[in-house]
């Protein structure tokens, strides 16, 4: 019993401690970044699903991923703000400039980068003088001008207008392309019902890795099972999502649509990445050497980067083991119904390919055998005379595939090709003697033979189409009529003419005087009508080492020559070895004095280049220099003083003239002044300085006698500032001269009216001081006259009282004394009228009209009855005023 307990308790504890270390694995997860190259979308659909499934988890990972805002993605990988990251096959290009890089896994196949043209363009010659938007604004760009230059187009051939991220300006016909990507902006011009061509670089053998996964060399030593882990996790999680692309188109809308992106837009998106990822044919992840070298030629050559050999980029890119290969279930049924495949080839293109004694020699003999083996399936050589016979015969299905072609957009109407196996470079054979040429574009003049039907013919037409350019048979005939002069010279590959000149006749006269930069990419070409044949041979290609490959070429490029000895010629290059050792002598001594004058010179050269830089570092000017790509070449103490600005830092700014103009067009603008064949002519500029100040600036282009172009320039903010004090001031002194104006004019008038309001005052006081007067001799005679009145009112009472005391009683002479006395009253009362009429009394007081109207009737009533004049009043008896009573009388008297 207590052993049964015993068990039971232990088994709890194991089960305890077995969950104490689940826990603690998760807990312990290291976390790690992902940046990514654009924002959210189904482009990232395999991570996403690594991620949500628990493949990252299962190998003890947490997978941030950081979308793209702006910045340069290897640098922020190589910085260790993210771990690992993904981008654009330049990539391949930043490995080239010495950085240190690892390319883990390849997941895009070809880029989805295209143009969507108007109708009427129909091949990348056509955008001649055309408006292109967005080609020349990405990292991505040398995908096109890859393509363009096999037209012969430069940049300056076209206007770029830098991309707006709308279609809007493609959709009004204001461009006639766009750059755009199969895999979400097409949808967009679909919805819209827009017609459009698409100008592809792949069709025209420009093949770009895409979604390309990296890490740091660093992270590689330090933690290479990390890399290991995520990787693989990765791969898995891109198997789920090709398999399962709406549970991660939900995934997405759910956790990851941050560019509210609609369901359907996100399933075309799928579609569209399924095609360009190839997984039945490659396998997820995988990375073809061939493919890298090609596309690091590709940049050598635009970009002036030095050339990576194989095995320099074998070290940049992660070891996976071996190379895995496993065909399909409905591959397997093809290749087990066809039983055997028919193959044609160019009966006379040594070393690359043969047909002798009727059997397939040459490299490309040894490829198909090899593929024969890996496939179990024999190959059947379908015999031509020429090249053109067997072009005819796969176009009538006599055979099914080409051993060697170079893809043309012609024959893409009828051929898929695999990735290209063999590249060559592209040579020309004259008469010994011509000058050594290295471009084909200065030979327009002259004429050149090419084999009939060769892809060369297409695409020296396309690219060069003023080349005078003559079919021939073979390449043993091209090389016959050169030596007849019959022609300039032959082009072809330089493996093929090398060849044929060794083994001629003609050696002696006929040599390789050119090698170009365009390059044979020669591929397997299947029928169209049988697109599962090409997956097979891409799978079957892969397998294919690079030291097998090596092996094969060396083989065949390694020519050896029977040597006969020449006793005259050795006498005359011992004659010849001993006059040059004498002219070697010579030129010796004459070396050592010129290579003394040389230091002298290089010396003065030092002390003036010192000069100069002093001069350049010192002088209160702007002087300044950029590339036509905008990259700081020159840059003053004065520059650096007035944007803040150093010369280091701007050198190790990818994109220096963004931080000076921040918008797009303005920034356009000043590149094209860069171009501009305007000197010595100032233009104002608003540039941004490190603290974010605008400031305003001056600039002209200066050419040197040496042809090379600098900019000098001022600092114009402070005068700016004056001169608007200055206009503000004026302004002001302006408004002020307008209100003194206006102050004076009104002053003047104020000054008339008071004069008006004096003049008329005076004449009121003058009217009043003669009131007065009038007033104050009216108060003398009223003295004078009252005397009289009042003894004149006695005597009549003396002589009423007399009468009365007599007894004398006479109504007569009573009705006359009282109208004496009534008269006497009446002058006294008529005197104290005319005395108020003028009295100066200003008291206001309430009064009767009617007492007013009828006291002025009493002053004039004498005279008015004299003249009989009789006045009647109509007046109301109420009407009351609180005013001037002797004011108003004097008005109506007036």
């Known amino acids: 019993m207590k052993k049964r307990y015993l068990i039971v308790v232990f088994a709890i504890f194991l089960s305890m401690v077995g969950e104490l270390f689940a826990n603690t694995k998760d807990i312990s997860n290291e976390s790690i970044k992902l940046q990514l190259q654009w924002k959210h979308q189904f482009e990232f659909a395999g991570f996403y699903a690594a991620k949500e499934k628990g493949f990252y988890k299962e190998v003890g990972l947490d997978v941030e991923f950081v979308e793209f805002h702006s910045t340069n993605i290897v640098d922020e990988v190589l910085k260790g703000n993210a771990h690992y990251g993904l981008t654009y096959a330049t990539l391949i290009a930043e490995y080239m400039q010495e950085k240190p890089l690892v390319f883990l896994a390849n997941f895009f196949k070809q880029s989805p980068l295209v143009l969507v043209t108007q109708k009427e363009i129909k091949t990348p010659k056509d955008l001649k003088n055309k408006k292109v938007m967005g080609l020349l604004d990405s990292t991505h760009k040398h995908i096109f001008l890859e393509m363009l230059d096999r037209f012969n187009l430069t940049p300056s051939d076209f206007t770029n207008i830098p991309r707006r991220f709308s279609s809007e300006s493609f959709i009004n016909k204001e461009v006639d392309a766009l750059s755009v990507f199969t895999t979400n902006e097409i949808f967009t011009l679909d919805q819209k019902g827009v017609q459009y061509n698409i100008l592809d670089p792949a069709v025209y053998g420009v093949k770009f890795y895409d979604i390309n996964l990296f890490t740091t060399k660093q992270e590689l030593q330090n933690n290479p099972q990390r890399v290991k882990k995520f990787r693989q996790a990765s791969i898995k999680g891109w198997e789920y999502a090709l398999s399962h692309q709406e549970e991660l188109v939900d995934i997405i809308l759910a956790k990851y649509n941050t560019q509210n992106k609609s369901k359907e837009a996100l399933l075309f998106e799928a579609k569209q990445i399924e095609y360009l990822m190839l997984a039945n044919i490659y396998p997820i992840g995988s990375i073809d050497i061939e493919q890298v070298k090609i596309i690091s030629d590709s940049f050598a050559q635009s970009l002036k980067l030095p050339k990576k050999q194989k095995e320099e980029l074998q070290d940049f890119i992660y070891a996976t083991g071996m190379k895995s290969f496993e065909l399909s279930q409905e591959q397997k049924e093809y290749l087990e119904k066809k039983k055997v495949l028919k193959m044609c080839i160019d009966p006379d293109w040594m070393p690359l390919e043969k047909i002798e004694n009727g059997k397939h020699i040459g490299v490309s003999a040894e490829y198909m055998e090899l593929i024969s083996q890996k496939l179990d399936i024999p190959i059947k050589l379908v015999v031509t005379e020429n090249w053109t016979q067997s072009l005819e015969k796969i176009q009538q299905k006599q055979c099914d595939f080409l051993a060697l072609a170079e893809k043309t957009p012609k024959r893409q109407e009828y051929l898929h090709f695999t990735n290209p196996y063999i590249s060559v470079p592209l040579a020309i054979a004259t008469k010994q003697g011509v000058a050594f ?425 004498g005279r008015l009855q004299t003249l009989e004049i009789e006045i009647v009043f109509y007046i109301q008896k109420d009407l009351k005023s609180n005013s001037y009573m002797y004011e108003l009388q004097q008005v109506i008297l007036t």
Not at 753 to 767: G, M, P, S
Not at 770 to 788: D, F, S, V, Y
């Open 437 to 861: 040429s290295s471009s084909l574009s200065r030979l327009q003049n002259k004429t050149l033979g090419v084999v009939k039907n060769y892809s060369l013919n297409e695409l020296l037409k396309m690219k060069y189409p003023n080349l005078n350019l003559v079919e021939v048979g073979s390449v043993k005939e091209g090389l016959e009529f050169v030596d007849q002069e019959k022609i300039f010279g032959f082009v072809d590959n330089f493996m093929v003419i090398n060849h044929e000149i060794q083994k001629s006749k003609i050696n002696n006269t006929v040599s390789i005087t050119g090698q170009f930069a365009e390059t044979f990419h020669l591929s397997i070409a299947s029928r169209i009508d049988e697109p599962i044949l090409n997956e097979i041979f891409e799978k079957t290609l892969v397998t294919i080492d690079t030291e097998t490959k090596e092996h094969i070429f060396n083989r065949w490029n390694n020519i050896s020559y029977q040597v006969t000895v020449d006793y005259e010629m050795v006498a005359q290059i011992l004659f010849f070895t001993l006059l040059l050792l004498g002219v070697f002598t010579y030129w010796n001594l004459k070396l050592k004095e010129e290579i003394k004058n040389k230091e002298l010179a290089q010396e003065k050269l030092r002390q003036s280049e010192e000069k100069f830089r002093i001069l350049f570092d010192t002088a209160p000017v702007l002087l300044d220099a950029f590339d036509e790509n905008g990259k700081v070449v020159l840059w003053n103490k004065e520059c650096e003083k007035v944007f803040g600005y150093s010369f280091k830092q701007l050198q190790e700014t990818d994109d220096a003239l963004s931080l000076f103009y921040p918008d797009i067009e303005q920034r356009q603008k000043v590149i094209e002044s860069f171009q501009s064949d305007q000197y010595n002519v100032y233009k104002e500029w608003y540039p941004t300085t490190k603290e974010g100040k605008r400031i305003t600036t001056v600039w002209a282009n200066i050419k040197l006698p040496n042809g090379e172009v600098f900019s000098i320039g001022y600092d114009r903010t402070q005068q700016r500032k004056d001169e608007q004090i200055i206009k503000e001031k004026t302004d002001q002194l302006e408004i002020a001269k307008k209100e003194l104006e206006k102050l004076n004019n009104s002053l003047e008038k104020k000054v008339n009216d008071e004069i008006q309001k004096n003049t008329e005052q005076q004449v009121i006081l003058k009217h009043q001081s003669k009131l007065a007067q009038m007033g104050e001799m009216i108060e003398n005679i009223a003295h004078q006259w009252r005397q009289p009145l009042a003894q004149v009112n006695s005597i009549v009472l003396v002589l009423d009282a007399y009468l009365e005391k007599q007894g004398i009683v006479d109504d007569h002479i009573e009705e006359k004394l009282a109208q004496i006395e009534f008269l006497t009253q009446y002058m006294s009362k008529t005197i104290d009228d005319f005395k108020n009429y003028f009295h100066p009394n200003k008291d206001k007081q309430l009064f009767q009209v009617k007492d007013a109207i009828e006291n002025a009737y009493d002053v004039l009533k």
